[in-house]
């Protein structure tokens, strides 16, 4: 009788600890795109889910800039580093749209109004993207404010930096990257 | 008299009911629906430059006259349906609606169970409710005690 009487509350238990065990497993970043890169791999990117245009109409994606080497900057006007990179950022975009490549901004957690007024700001010519919550960058393991992708001509991701870029971490991966061929 | 009475009822009837007058829109009203999107928590407790962010969108549109509803309609537009403090209709999210209804409607049968197992249970000793009396032990030991007083 008493046995009969704890299998609800062992189920209910048990429906407790398997949501507390869901909740743990997902709130973690996604650490595979460092671990390839940290042996040198170059693997296809977490996702290419289109997202919406920054100040225009329809959506787009890294699959619009096949064949390109492209630098997905992940950026938002509220971040005061993401602002200090952005002149870097298009001086970068100047060099490789001569090569055949480009700046991708993704802009994130941020109404177009404000996005909008940054790239006006930085004088920023190259297209952005929005990510409205954060989703999209979720899926690629961020971690924080900037972070750069490297994307090579055949569409792998050769390159991850989860900080501002550098001069010298731009001069020494993409030179390489844009002499490749697809 | 009764004739202007009758009129004034049926005028009071007839005319059409006044527009409800819209609440205007308080960010302090907003904030506890909305979350910061960075920092995951309600935007009325959070202090972080994505939240301060939203908070300016929001106080824009209510310098613009919007509604509550086209406040919180902007917002789900710019920064999409997890900007609002209420969980999604859909995938694992449906759990958090479901959840609270289940756990009501155990707990609920959890206390019709428990009750009628009670009522049960009192039944053999006090079929009409009344006093159960002394246990056996206790009555011999009564009357033994009485009879020795009585002597």
């Not at chain 1, 008493?2 to 949501?19: K, Q």
């Not at chain 1, 991850?160 to 550098?166: D, N």
């Not at chain 2, 979350?35 to 962010?53: F, H, I, K, R, Y």
């Amino acid at each position: 009788m008493r046995a009969r009487a704890y299998w609800p509350v062992t189920i209910a238990a048990a429906l407790l600890v398997g949501l507390l065990a869901y909740g743990l497993t997902t709130t973690g970043a996604d650490t595979t795109l460092d671990a390839a890169m940290a042996k040198g791999e170059r693997v296809d990117p977490p996702t290419t889910d289109s997202l919406p245009v920054l100040g225009g109409d329809g959506t787009g994606s890294l699959a619009d800039y096949a064949g390109k080497v492209v630098l997905v900057n992940v950026w938002a006007s509220w971040c005061p580093p993401c602002k200090e990179e952005l002149p870097l950022i298009q001086e970068t975009h100047e060099m490789m749209s001569a090569r055949d490549g480009t700046v991708l901004g993704i802009d994130v957690k941020e109404n177009s109004g404000a996005a909008l007024e940054a790239v006006e700001e930085y004088g920023l010519t190259f297209p952005n993207l929005r990510d409205r919550d954060g989703s999209f960058v979720r899926e690629w393991g961020q971690t924080g404010y900037p972070e750069n992708y490297v994307i090579d001509r055949n569409g792998k991701v050769a390159a991850v930096r989860r900080a501002p870029v550098t001069r010298e971490w731009l001069d020494e991966t993409l030179p390489p990257l844009l002499e490749e061929s697809a | 008299m009764r004739s202007l009475i009758a009129a004034l009822v049926a005028v009071a009837l007839l005319a059409p009911a006044a527009p409800a007058a819209q609440p205007r829109a308080s960010l302090t009203d907003i904030e506890d629906e909305v979350m910061c999107l960075e920092c995951g928590t309600a935007l009325n407790v959070s202090n972080s430059a994505v939240a301060d962010q939203e908070r300016e969108f929001i106080a824009e549109l209510i310098a613009q006259g919007k509604t509550k509803q086209e406040i919180k309609d902007a917002l789900v537009a710019e920064y999409g349906p997890r900007v609002l403090a209420e969980p999604s209709d859909e995938g694992f999210e449906l759990t958090a609606w479901l959840v609270p209804v289940v756990a009501a409607l155990g707990a609920l049968a959890l206390v019709a169970l428990t009750a009628r197992r009670w009522r049960r249970a009192r039944r053999p000793d006090e079929p009409d409710g009344g006093d159960p009396g002394l246990d056996p032990d206790d009555a011999r030991r009564l009357d033994a005690e009485l009879a020795a007083f009585d002597r």
